[in-house]
């Protein structure tokens, strides 16, 4: 087996606002990743719709109310097989995520 390379990075075309996120979940033979607490963080269910694209080596997910995808009913996110062989994931890799928690804004004034 030969060593990889450094990791490669998406570009964000706007900061997103709101709370970073990080977690850590492994891919099954089902291409399925589920990271529960991440989910919960990000305020995600089986009705949030998301939007899956693979950008330099990663596949990024996003919530997307015109999405074609949906978290499953146990919180795991289907990755297609043509993405996950294009970013070469297979069963058994751990898949590092990152998400933006929209955190409602507070008003501390009297």
Do not use: K
Not at 48 to 68: F, K, M, N, S
Not at 76 to 84: E, F, G, I, S, T
């Amino acid at each position: 087996m030969r060593p990889r390379g450094p990791l490669p990075l998406a570009r964000l075309t706007q900061r997103p606002a709101g709370t970073l996120r990080f977690g850590l979940a492994t891919v099954d033979t089902n291409g399925r990743v589920a990271d529960a607490a991440l989910m919960r963080a990000l305020g995600w269910t089986d009705a949030t719709r998301l939007h899956l694209q693979a950008y330099a080596g990663l596949i990024v997910v996003a919530a997307d109310e015109h999405g074609i995808f949906r978290l499953s009913s146990l919180g795991h996110v289907r990755l297609p097989a043509a993405a996950r062989h294009w970013c070469r994931l297979g069963a058994g890799d751990r898949a590092p995520a990152r998400g933006t928690a929209r955190v409602p804004r507070r008003d501390y004034r009297a």
